[in-house]
């Protein structure tokens, strides 16, 4: 970048030079050659003069040609660091999750070996979507939601204690989204609700999709309000500002022991 301005610089001198040139001829005309009406490259030959005033327009030409390639390659580069920047928030989904159903996996081999490799498909179909579907910029909203229950399921296999889960979906056919923007919520709603409650842990999801808008909601009780902390939602936030800027709405609201998430996204089309 430090490159890029210091050509900018070097082209701008350059072309101030260009354009003061003449400037300076006219001024040695009125000074030395005493001339009542100065008119540029008035004494001089027709040809001489055309050949001057293209070798001008030229020169201005070419520095705008490159200027305008400069301000293009700028802005790919801005675009090449904001999906650099959106891979590196993508990569960090879910993180702990993985490793937790690892443990929970190597400790239900050895007690239970058919609920172990139902859990294993389970735990393989999440992670294939995470690293192939996660890089797409958009996937199908359907696929978006197959992934989420995949990932509810693996939740219900995990945990001994009972916990009730409700997903309610009203999707308008052909609706694209970006990936792995939910499932952070969901994440969260899971460890720092049904994690921490002992009793009447729950999760209420509902997901409406039309043309012009995709709103999701999640409820939850927790215990400890924490719900609000922690990497994932610090990355969903940047992940929004960079996709959807002004194209968003997220919210939070707690009301005794029931946290709440709202997220709107507008235009995503």
């Not at 002992?198 to 999801?205: D, H, T, W």
């Amino acid at each position: 970048m430090e490159v890029i301005k210091r050509n900018i610089k070097w082209i701008v001198s350059a072309l101030l030079a260009i354009a003061i040139i003449p400037i300076l001829i006219t001024t040695y005309e009125v000074i030395f050659t005493k001339n009542q009406s100065v008119l540029f490259l008035g004494n001089y030959h027709p040809k001489v003069a055309f050949l001057v005033v293209t070798y001008y327009l030229f020169l201005l030409g070419l520095g705008v040609f490159w200027l305008v390639r400069q301000i293009i390659f700028i802005s790919k580069l801005k675009n090449e660091k904001t999906k650099a920047e959106i891979l590196f928030l993508k990569s960090q989904v879910s993180p702990h999750f993985f490793f937790n159903m690892l443990n929970n996996l190597y400790g239900l081999v050895a007690k239970d070996a058919q609920k172990a490799q139902e859990l294993i498909l389970k735990l393989s179909d999440v992670m294939r979507y995470s690293i192939y579907e996660g890089k797409k910029e958009t996937v199908m909203l359907k696929e978006e939601i197959g992934f989420l229950k995949n990932y509810i399921e693996l939740h219900k296999m995990r945990y001994h204690k009972g916990i009730s889960v409700d997903f309610d979906c009203d999707v308008y056919e052909n609706i694209k989204v970006v990936p792995l923007l939910f499932i952070i919520l969901l994440e969260n709603a899971f460890k720092h609700g049904v994690e921490n409650v002992r009793e009447g842990a729950y999760i209420k999801m509902s997901l409406a999709a039309s043309q012009n808008e995709i709103g999701f909601t999640i409820e939850n009780k927790y215990e400890k309000a924490e719900n609000a902390s922690g990497i994932g939602l610090k990355n969903l936030k940047r992940r929004l500002e960079l996709i959807y800027p002004n194209q968003y709405k997220l919210t939070f609201s707690v009301t005794e022991n029931v946290y709440k998430v709202q997220l709107i996204l507008k235009n995503y089309d």
